[in-house]
């Protein structure tokens, strides 16, 4: 099992007990991350878009988001981001889908090599800080992007 199969697996174990309201940043430098924000009805999931970027992601790894069901980015209407929403109930199998997903997103589209190059930051409009101790060492604490 390779640390990515690891970080998946810690990621779909998230998803299944966030909270409505709440917002989780997975993030790397040069403006490379995948947000989550899951609402009462849809959990909605954002990939960095190459108009963030500073090297475009490869039209290789662009095709196989689209063949796992990410919305490309449409400049003219200003959704400059990959997009994915499932609706709730969200089976936890589709959520182990969508981890693995994400994941190929943040490694073969955005180049992250390694989950130890991410951080992770999540929050609730009710109660603050989010509880992301799944996700191991990339989790940080306070709110928001403070660390």
Known sequence: MTDWDVFAKALARTLIELPSRATLVIAATGNRYAQFQQFDIRLSVELTGNYYLAEPIPESAAQRLRDL?????????????????????????????????VVIGLRDALGIP?????????????SGDLDLTALGPIARTGFGWQS
């Open 69 to 101: 069901g990410w919305s490309a980015p449409v400049m003219q209407r200003d959704i400059e981001n990959w997009r994915r929403t499932l609706l709730w109930p969200i089976p936890p199998s589709r959520l182990v889908d969508l981890a693995r997903s």
């Open 114 to 126: 390694s989950p130890s190059d991410l951080h992770a930051s999540g929050w609730t409009e009710v």
